[in-house]
């Protein structure tokens, strides 16, 4: 038994699949069953079990899967900190963003870390949350930053950063001048909304709900693929919308739009880092989770 066979079995597990482990680490099927089944001689029981197509761990599997994360994780964090000692930082990284983090907070993120490791190259994929999630379980992302938690199982997050929504209003809009609306008065006025994979719409949901109210009892009169298409919508009058502050923080500085508070209702929500829960993380990822916290606590 090595790491390698270790790192065979925990990609087995994660992609439920020989054939697909195979794919991700440039293996042949038979390669892989042969890996899995050393491992099996090794322990003396049966650790994967082929049910409906899916190859899932058995119960002696389990707790091997729970070890070999922790050794995987382990010596990768032995790779790291050599790598940070020596200053040999290097590599390609793949991570995503929803909307807002993808546009608003990623990109200066990884210009910092590209200054300080100029041999590391980085692919920021952004797309709606359940697109960046999808990518994350599939493997194609590391991690992901969204706007809003999954039920996932296979998925784990943790609050990354906070924002706030805030309800944004043309510049000449009659309630332009106002700090606050009634809720009521907001189920009037035409509405725009993002697309329904989008992590905004959830948490306006999530805060709506908890106000005792729905979506569907807006006035929606468009439907829109990205936060920068609503603002163009909110600017051209086809109607307003609720969106992250962080979004607008230059159109608000301006006075090219402007923001007002909902009566009674908590538009507070977080941006979550996203990573797969059974996927090991590579010394780079590790790195650069944690420049990036180091930055957003400055």
Not at 99 to 125: C, M, N, Q
Not at 147 to 176: C, N, Y
Not at 194 to 208: C, P, Y
Request: glycine share 8%; with cysteine; proline share 3%.
């Amino acid at each position: 038994m090595d790491l390698w066979q270790l790192h065979i079995f925990c990609k087995v597990i994660e992609l439920k699949s020989f054939s697909k482990a195979g794919k991700a680490i440039y293996l042949s099927q038979p390669t892989v069953s042969s890996h899995i089944k050393d491992l099996e001689d090794h322990f003396g029981c049966r650790l994967i079990d082929r049910l409906s197509k899916k190859a899932i761990p058995t119960k002696a599997g389990e707790l091997l899967h729970a070890y070999a994360n922790e050794l995987i994780a382990l010596r990768d964090e032995m790779e790291t900190a050599l790598a940070e000692f020596q200053g040999g930082i290097r590599g390609h990284l793949v991570i995503g963003g929803s909307t807002i983090p993808g546009v608003h907070i990623l990109p200066r993120i990884i210009g910092a870390f590209i200054k300080d490791y100029p041999e590391v190259t980085i692919s920021l994929i952004i797309g709606d949350t359940e697109k960046i999630i999808s990518d994350t379980l599939s493997c194609a992302l590391e991690i992901g930053i969204v706007g809003a938690k999954t039920g996932d199982k296979s998925i784990f997050q943790e609050k990354l950063v906070e924002d706030e929504m805030l309800l944004i209003v043309p510049a000449d809009h009659r309630w332009a001048e106002k700090k606050h609306i009634s809720l009521k008065t907001l189920l009037k006025e035409p509405f725009i909304v993002r697309e329904r994979g989008s992590g905004t719409l959830k948490s306006i949901r999530h805060s709506l709900r908890r106000a005792g109210c729905d979506i569907e009892e807006f006035k929606v009169i468009a439907e829109m693929g990205s936060t920068e298409a609503v603002i163009q919508g909110i600017k051209n009058n086809i109607g307003i919308s609720i969106l992250s502050a962080i979004a607008v923080t230059e159109d608000l500085r301006t006075g090219t739009l402007k923001s007002l508070m909902i009566e009674n209702l908590n538009l507070k929500r977080s941006f979550y880092l996203t990573r797969h829960k059974y996927r090991s993380v590579s010394p780079l990822c590790q790195m650069f989770m944690k420049f990036m916290k180091k930055e957003l606590l400055e």
